[in-house]
């Protein structure tokens, strides 16, 4: 549908958009219309888009798997170069590289070891469960398959801690 408002421009009026055209073909949106007529008005605060992203998770079990497959997967490749980096004091001789491995024994890295083991433990089962999900048609089943993805990662991060931890814990 056309409208003449002027001489100076059209309006084009859909469904659910609103054109201005002036006389030299070149559209005019002033900010009111754009914003009238947007779908998404992006949020002009710092963070702001990021805090309402996240705080929008809070509902569904799923999209937290999601989210935390990704930081976990994020976490593993900064470990891979960090482990890369370590690796490299071989080249320096086998000294150096026991001295690094005497820091790397100490508890601070003890603990990043047990973190470490949480986010692969975490990244593998959440794996199988999204094979089991997109592949054995499990999409009806799957806040259970999650259930028992958290259930098997903090057994099996117990029992990381329990041997990791085992001189400090229960002597030699």
Request: aromatic residues 14%; contains cysteine.
């Amino acid at each position: 549908m056309t409208i003449k408002v002027s001489n100076e421009l059209l309006l084009f009026s859909g469904s659910e958009m609103l054109i201005v055209i002036t006389d030299n073909g070149q559209p005019f949106l002033p900010a009111r219309l754009l914003r009238a007529n947007m779908a998404y008005t992006p949020n002009r605060e710092p963070f702001g888009a990021w805090n309402k992203l996240i705080l929008a998770y809070h509902r569904y079990s799923g999209s937290w798997a999601y989210l935390l497959q990704r930081l976990t997967g994020i976490g593993l490749v900064a470990y891979l170069f960090l482990h890369i980096w370590a690796l490299s004091s071989l080249t320096h001789g086998r000294a150096v590289f026991a001295e690094e491995m005497k820091t790397f024994s100490s508890p601070v890295f003890k603990v990043g070891e047990w973190a470490l083991g949480a986010l692969v433990m975490w990244h593998a089962f959440n794996g199988i469960r999204v094979v089991i999900v997109d592949l054995a048609e499990g999409a009806r089943y799957h806040k259970q398959l999650l259930v028992g993805v958290w259930i098997l990662s903090v057994a099996t991060v117990l029992l990381m801690f329990c041997l990791i931890f085992s001189n400090e814990l229960f002597g030699k």
